[in-house]
């Protein structure tokens, strides 16, 4: 539940949130004046060149559109949380807000992966991939199955995300409405494990099969393995980034809290705790519209030459016409 900032009371014990007043807008300050035109740059970068498309840029173009449409909706939140958590936009905003956050998340999470099959298909099984017409295709088609299964998935959110008043106040609750609470932890736990552990241990099995491969000899990964090598090593330390700072601290303290959520038996300091860490950890999971950006770029060379000689020009040290 994403209560206000006065101290909320729950059975045998007062939460007191003032922190989110000053991180919350803050980290979501930051996402929006890095995110939005770094997402731009990247959807304006890709539809330049939709002629020439390849299976990886489909794939980051749909995550870029994901992060796009979240940073969009992060001037409600910053007011929301800058005015303590008063919600005057009305019950839709509210629900379409949460429906925003745990979409992008998930469609963060399932692009990340196919990008992963990709590279895990060049490094691992390079002469297995697709034909470059029907790849580009199928591409697609899998792309508007991760749209669809993430708004079927996600659905259930806009129904439990609610208004409600605390302190003679509008709230906007993120989770659900206290009372509904029991109603929601186990769609809470599914959601977690079908939209973060599944693709989040996927991940990991590709990752250690691509390790595996890149640490062979040179002579024995052959020439295509070996041409992908380099952006493939980038791919994946960027990925397990996002990972580390936006989707595992996030999922685990959000599982931590709805374990206690609906136990009011469990310790004041223990649910207080929790609360704090999962509420700080939220703001953070933002961050992935930031750092997919920077996927996009270490990873398209292209990309990367045409950045430098743009900003050569711009600065003057291009001595080129």
Not at 49 to 58: C, D, G, N, Q, Y
Not at 81 to 110: M, T
Request: hydrophobic share 45%; aromatic share 14%; net charge positive.
């Amino acid at each position: 539940m994403d209560n206000s900032s006065s101290p909320v009371v729950l059975p045998n014990c007062t939460y007191k949130e003032d922190f989110k007043r000053y991180l919350l807008p803050a980290v979501y300050s930051v996402v929006l004046i890095l995110g939005l035109p770094l997402n731009a740059a990247v959807i304006l970068r890709i539809w330049a060149s939709r002629r020439v498309l390849t299976r990886s840029t489909i794939y980051m173009l749909n995550l870029a559109v994901a992060d796009f449409l979240y940073v969009c909706s992060l001037p409600l939140l910053i007011f929301n949380y800058a005015k303590e958590d008063y919600w005057p936009f009305g019950e839709f905003a509210c629900r379409a807000v949460r429906f925003q956050f745990y979409s992008n998340l998930h469609c963060s999470i399932l692009f990340l992966t196919c990008i992963s099959v990709q590279r895990y298909l060049g490094i691992c099984h390079p002469m297995a991939l697709w034909p470059k017409r029907g790849g580009r295709r199928l591409a697609w088609v899998v792309c508007g199955c991760v749209w669809l299964a993430v708004a079927l998935l996600c659905a259930p959110t806009f129904e439990f995300a609610a208004t409600g008043t605390q302190r003679n106040r509008t709230v906007c609750y993120d989770l659900s409405t206290p009372e509904r609470s029991p109603e929601y932890f186990p769609y809470g736990i599914a959601l977690t494990c079908l939209g973060f552990v599944l693709p989040f241990l996927a991940i990991v099995g590709l990752y250690l099969s691509m390790a595996r491969e890149l640490c062979r000899p040179a002579g024995a990964r052959g020439e295509v393995a070996e041409r992908h090598r380099s952006k493939a090593v980038r791919m994946i330390a960027i990925v397990v980034l996002v990972f580390a700072v936006s989707f595992l601290p996030f999922h685990v303290t959000k599982t931590l809290y709805l374990l206690v959520r609906t136990r009011p038996d469990a310790p004041c300091q223990l649910r207080n705790f929790l609360s704090v860490v999962y509420k700080s950890t939220r703001p953070f999971a933002s961050m992935n519209s930031v750092l997919d950006p920077v996927l996009f770029y270490f990873t398209q060379a292209k990309f990367r030459r045409g950045t430098r000689s743009f900003l050569l020009r711009i600065t003057g040290r291009d001595k080129h016409p």
